[in-house]
């Protein structure tokens, strides 16, 4: 089984947010301030029902000013209190929420960027951005803002109620009758609106995903005339967004409305009864101004509790979504008992039978029963048509992948047994189609090794004919590339791929159609830089171009996975076959 498809099952409602224990308690000073600070100021608005009850009963009720001053002067205390203590929970529990974010970015992202690339295959990066962004930014408002309205309702209900029974148990006997008719819609509807939630943020990492693929492939979109259907497309992913938002909403208001309307009408009962008790003397005044506040308190704490109840369930649901990708685990994996290479690398590949499929075309073999050895120096060309089998090649080489059967090595050593640093670090990688950084030309140079020297960097952009049209740049090495290397021609864009292949000085080198974006002029410069890069390094090739391929000390061809036949470029011509057809086509009639 494919162990990068193995992702947990999402967790029950509010199970998901255990996850969020591990990244607060990292925080243990806001935390500790983010407590105290709530229980200060929960317990400063919970005494003032008791001043009110003192200046009701003390204050108006006597003919001694200074009592009445006493009372309105704690009232300003307790008042003073609550300001303090709420601005600074607010700092502590703000802060918190925006680091726990943080943390969880970092972690997702670090863990996304170790998975497997048939996980990429699977999985579209849109939706990817939608997690690491939209995801954690609902986490980021639950710990900073709505679990502190919660955990502060929830407190406050607490000591509201205490406060109610000590006030008057006969008044709170009753308020505890119409307690399950309150609690019971939150029950009912909590995991509707949990499931609502999800749904609504599965509907927009799915805008979020039409809108990455688009614009990533905006040059595409444009010349094909597909800009009013992609709008279109998109307009009808937002729309199901916002259909399934619009129900969430729905299904908390009814919550909302259900729980308010149930408090405040007990809240009601309760109060004519007590009125009818001060009425008949059996109860002062101030006592029930006390209870009365204390019930305020309690029913704000209940629709509290319910407004941000969605909103916890939400976050619940994301974190639900961002723990799936936590749980998913890379396929390809670096051994607990890793082997060293041989130093220095000599460079002898070996691919011995070796059967792959890939996982997302289980039944179409990609290579089959396939034998190859490369000797350490040599250069050896793939050639073959379009799904010979020569890029899977490259990947198997570079543990993107692992073969179902046989096994590759490199100086004798297992792939599966070296860390996957040091097995990539043996190769530079020259693409088809050259994967440039929003970064400046030197950091895109120095990509693949950023401790280089400006002077080592300079010297890898000439050996790859880069140099000049770099230094023609308004700031030379400094300047920045765009997305993707929008800024330069594809041609350009090459070089820079191959200058970062000569400043890596890895001991293998793939080259995969290098020269394919070059003018003939820019292909005789950088063909003269491959061949001093070449020289004494074991290099494989994937080309079309007649001078690459001639100048191979071997030519191995490849159909439906296998190796057909190989040898030098005038011994296969002669020899006809797929390679005399594909040397006609491709190469003597250019």
């Known amino acids: 089984m494919d162990t990068s498809e193995a992702v947990v099952a999402p967790a029950a409602p509010l199970g998901a947010l255990r996850r969020l224990w591990p990244l607060v308690r990292r925080h243990r000073g806001l935390l500790a301030g983010w407590l105290v600070f709530l229980a200060l100021s929960s317990a400063a608005t919970l005494a003032l029902p008791v001043a009110a009850r003192y200046m009701i009963d003390y204050g108006f009720g006597q003919t001694d000013p200074r009592l009445l001053d006493l009372g309105f002067l704690g009232l300003l205390v307790v008042a003073g209190v609550m300001a303090l203590a709420g601005a600074a929970r607010y700092f502590c529990v703000s802060l918190l929420g925006e680091r726990v974010a943080a943390d969880l970015r970092t972690r997702l992202y670090g863990h996304l960027l ?195 109840w969605g909103e916890v369930l939400r976050c619940a649901g994301a974190l639900g979504r961002i723990g799936e990708l936590m749980d998913t685990r890379p396929a390809i994996v670096a051994p607990a008992d890793p082997a060293a290479l041989p130093a220095p690398v000599r460079g002898e590949l070996r691919l011995e039978s070796v059967e792959f499929r890939y996982p997302t075309r289980p039944d179409a073999p990609a290579l089959h029963g396939f034998d190859l050895v490369v000797r350490p120096g040599e250069t050896v060309a793939l050639v073959g048509p379009s799904g010979a089998g020569k890029s899977t090649v490259f990947a198997l080489l570079l543990r993107f992948f692992d073969p179902q059967g046989g096994r590759i090595t490199l100086d004798g050593v297992d792939l599966r047994s070296l860390p996957l640093e040091a097995l990539r670090g043996a190769f530079a990688l020259v693409p088809q189609d050259p994967v440039l950084f929003a970064a400046s030309a030197a950091d895109n140079i120095a990509f693949g090794r950023p401790d280089a020297t400006r002077p080592e960097i300079d010297a890898a952009a000439r050996a790859a004919g880069a140099d000049e049209f770099i230094k023609e740049m308004p700031d030379g090495y400094d300047t920045d590339l765009g997305e993707r290397g929008v800024r330069l021609s594809g041609g350009q864009q090459q070089r820079i791929a191959i200058a970062r292949a000569v400043l890596r000085e890895a001991p293998l080198l793939l080259l995969d159609e290098a020269t394919s974006a070059l003018d003939a002029h820019s292909e005789a410069l950088v063909q003269r830089a491959l061949d001093g890069l070449m020289r004494d390094r074991t290099t494989l090739v994937i080309a079309h171009r007649l001078a690459t391929v001639r100048k191979a000390d071997r030519i191995v061809v490849l159909d439906r996975g296998r190796i057909v036949a190989e040898g030098r470029h005038e011994a296969l011509v002669a020899a006809g076959g797929l390679y005399a057809d594909l040397a006609r086509l491709q190469f003597l009639d250019g």
Not at 124 to 133: D, I, P, Q, T
Not at 151 to 176: E, I, N, Q
């Open 114 to 308: 170790h998975l497997d690339l048939g996980f990429f295959e699977r999985t579209r990066s849109g939706e990817l951005v939608s997690r690491l962004a939209a995801d954690t930014e609902r986490v980021q408002t639950v710990v900073g803002s709505t679990l502190s309205v919660a955990l502060r309702s929830a407190v406050m209900l607490v000591g509201a109620s205490v406060a109610m029974v000590a006030t008057s148990p006969r008044l709170a006997g009753l308020t505890a009758l119409v307690i399950p008719a309150v609690i019971a819609p939150m029950v009912v509807f909590g995991r509707r609106v949990e499931r609502l939630s999800r749904e609504s943020q599965d509907r927009i990492a799915d805008a979020t995903a039409v809108a990455s693929e688009s614009l990533s492939a905006i040059a595409a979109v444009q010349a094909n005339g597909r800009e009013v259907r992609e709008a279109g497309r998109y307009r009808g992913a937002v729309a199901r967004a916002l259909d399934a938002a619009r129900r969430r909403i729905g299904m908390t208001a009814l919550l909302a409305f259900l729980a308010i309307a149930l408090s405040f009408g007990a809240i009601t009962v309760v109060l004519w009864a007590g009125a009818h008790a001060v009425l008949d003397d059996r109860m002062e005044a101030g006592v029930l101004g006390q209870f009365v506040l204390y019930a305020v308190i309690a029913a704000g704490s209940v629709g509290g509790l319910t407004e941000v």
